[in-house]
């Protein structure tokens, strides 16, 4: 999954005031979805610490793109990923899976994201 940094200190704030207030573990909904209906017991403070560190330090995956003769032939990524490519010299070719002027519009809109 990826997550903005807006979306990351949100969940480390609710994790914070979820661990801050233990009362809020008791018999509520909160405790109901933090234990999956009781299908195991709530986090630990020393639980929520390690997995707002994990939030914390959670690494980008790596990825290396293996270009050939100015043709992308091999993406490789530490992580799965779902990798489109947009070639400019199929701008409006009718066999292309995608139009390249929508693929640029998603990638603007992607990069005003990072």
């Known amino acids: 999954m990826n997550f903005t940094t807006k979306e990351i200190a949100t969940c480390l704030a609710a994790l914070r005031y979820y661990q801050n207030n233990p009362e809020i573990g008791e018999d509520n909904e909160i405790n109901t979805i933090a234990t999956n209906c009781g299908e195991f017991k709530h986090m630990t403070a020393d639980e929520i610490n390690g997995l707002c560190e994990q939030l914390n330090f959670a690494k980008l995956p790596r990825v290396i793109v293996?270009?050939?003769?100015?043709?992308?032939?091999?993406?490789?990524?530490?992580?799965?990923?779902?990798?489109?490519?947009?070639?400019?010299?199929?701008?409006?070719?009718?066999?292309s899976e995608q139009d390249a002027r929508t693929l640029c519009a998603e990638a603007k809109k992607l990069k005003g994201q990072l």
Do not use: H, K
């Open 66 to 95: 293996e270009i050939q003769g100015g043709v992308c032939v091999e993406v490789y990524s530490s992580e799965p990923l779902d990798v489109e490519v947009l070639d400019w010299d199929n701008v409006e070719d009718p066999e």
